[in-house]
Each structure stands twice: as C-alpha cells, then as structure tokens.
C-alpha cells in the first residue's frame, strides 16, 4: 500500500482543493484519514469527484473521520416526514415519497433559508465541524455551492476592527437568518426548539492557529449591543468576507462529494429550477465543543 494516496490539486482561490486517487467506498488507511484532515485544514474545502457511494458508504466514510452530528429537530420536516435516517442532514427539496416539496411548502420554505451565507449548525451549542455533501442528481443548471474562506475574511479586516471583533459574542438562531427572508410564522414549540445559541465571533483554529470569522445569517444579535447596529454591523463583516476573490463556487456533477469545515468558512446554495429534484445528502461530523459560555435558560 502507498504511505498516501491522496493527493491534492488546488482549484479556484485558496480556500478549496480536488482529491485525486481515493475511492470512498473502501475503508480508509490512517495514512488517508491523516492526509485528509491535513488537506482540510490547509484548504477547508476539499472536492472528490466521481464517488459513486451509497448512504452506507457514506457514514462509513464520515465516521472514519470523527463522530457523526444527528440532525434532530433542525428542520421543519415532522419525523414522519423524514426520507432519509437522523444521521443524515436531508437538503434535498425531495419529501418521504421522493417527491419535489411543493412551491408552497412550509418545509421548502423554511430551508431556502439555504441559499443564505451560513455556517452549517452555527444555531447549536456544539456547532458542526465538517460538512460532507454528496450530490445523487442535480438539477438541468445552477445549484452551484458558493464557499466562502473566513481567514481571509478576517485578514482583510483593518486593525480597528480586527481589535473590536476579538471578543464579541454573537447569538444564532434558524429564527434569524429565516426572518430575513420573510419567513416569520414559527409556532410557539418551533420559537423554544430554535432559541438563540451563543457564539464567538473570532476562532482560532486548534491545528494552525490561523483565525477566522464565524458569522452566519442565524447571527441576529452581539451581546451587549443594540439589535439594529449589531446586524449593520454584521452585515458589514459579510460583505468584506463574501468578496469574491474569497469565493470558490462548486458546479456539482453527480458523484461529487464535497467536504468544508464550517469552523473556517461560510456557504450558500444558489437558485435551480424550483420543479427538478436535487437529491443533496449531508454527513456532519460534530464539533469538539462550545465556542463561548451559554446563558441559563
Ligand atoms: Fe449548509
């Protein structure tokens, strides 16, 4: 066996890479596990094409890398509407049935909450570590995934700002980033389900100690700030972190697999035809704790 048969190609700004020369459906070698964490902490975006795994395949793999995050009450399926096991994050626009959500439909709704910057579970205490998305069919066009790389969002930062940042705290929740899009009528269980979690708003990643901006549309609110100038504010780090030279823009092709960790980037999804299935299935690996001390409820 090779000492390691991963190898990486840089693709688009720093941010991402290709993999070359790994088949997901065997067991990896600790040679692999180990040249892929370093790939993603170099990049934070790594591509593997032509990976023709089922869900089976693709928990193993997530598992060989840490442990899986459940996605439990995170969406607004009912657990009878689920297509596929917790252990997946379903992002499709598919129901039980297979069948596309309807135009109209409070799910669909809901998770076009999506094609906002984000950072996958940013509204959980124990926010997510690295996301694996695996694409089963695309759409005719569009759909791209847009990465956007937080270090170098926060190395554009000027010094005053950089200084203000070091330690705010900010509060996520699915309630904000939805009510951006006009998406407002949560019942009183969704309300409690999805109250504001405490984040930091600077990380320092354990490996390379580069730091980076964790910002997300759930950040509704700085701690000890008035709402309004804390999303101005807000709203100002996103755009110096979305600039495009810090953007890489995955066009999916069936079999791509495509891993980022949420700790050093942001991602959206983009518009499709809103009738054509995109069957999008997520493994998450969890994160290794909270970033900043929560109130008591
Ligand atoms: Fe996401």
Redesign the pocket.
């Given at each position: 066996m090779p000492v390691m048969s991963v190898t990486t190609r840089q693709v688009g700004p720093c941010i991402a890479a290709e993999v070359e020369g790994i088949d997901l459906t065997r067991p990896l070698s600790p040679e692999d596990v180990a040249a892929i964490h370093a790939g993603m902490d170099r990049y934070a975006v790594l591509v593997f094409h032509d990976q023709k795994i089922d869900d089976e395949q693709q928990l193993a793999f997530t598992r060989s890398l840490g442990e899986i995050e459940h996605a439990i009450g995170t969406g607004l399926r009912d657990e009878q509407g689920y297509r596929l096991p917790t252990t997946f994050a379903d992002?499709s626009n598919l129901d039980k049935d297979n069948q596309v959500f309807a135009r109209d439909s409070r799910t669909r709704l809901f998770s076009l909450g999506?094609r906002l910057w984000?950072s996958?579970s940013s509204f959980k205490v124990v926010p997510a570590k690295y996301?694996l998305l695996h694409a089963r069919s695309v759409p005719s066009k569009g759909g791209n995934t847009e990465f956007a790389d937080m270090r170098a969002g926060y190395n554009a930062l000027d010094d005053e700002t950089r200084a203000l940042v070091q330690d705010l705290i900010c509060e996520h929740s699915q309630i904000f980033s939805r009510q951006q899009l006009g998406f407002t009528d949560f019942t009183p269980e969704e309300i409690e389900r999805f109250k504001p979690v405490r984040q930091c708003l600077v990380r320092t990643h354990p490996v390379h100690k580069r730091k980076s901006l964790y910002l997300a549309s759930h950040a509704g609110g700085i701690v000890g700030w008035p709402v309004p100038e804390a999303r101005a504010f807000l709203r100002d780090l996103v755009e110096i972190a979305t600039q495009r030279q810090f953007v890489y823009s995955h066009q999916w092709r069936v079999g791509d697999l495509v891993m980022w960790d949420n700790r050093q980037t942001m991602?959206r999804?983009r518009t499709f035809p809103a009738h054509e299935p995109r069957d999008v299935r997520?493994t998450t690996l969890a994160g290794d704790g909270p970033t900043a001390a929560q109130v008591a409820a």
């Open positions: 992002v999506n984000h996958d996301s991602h999804a997520r």
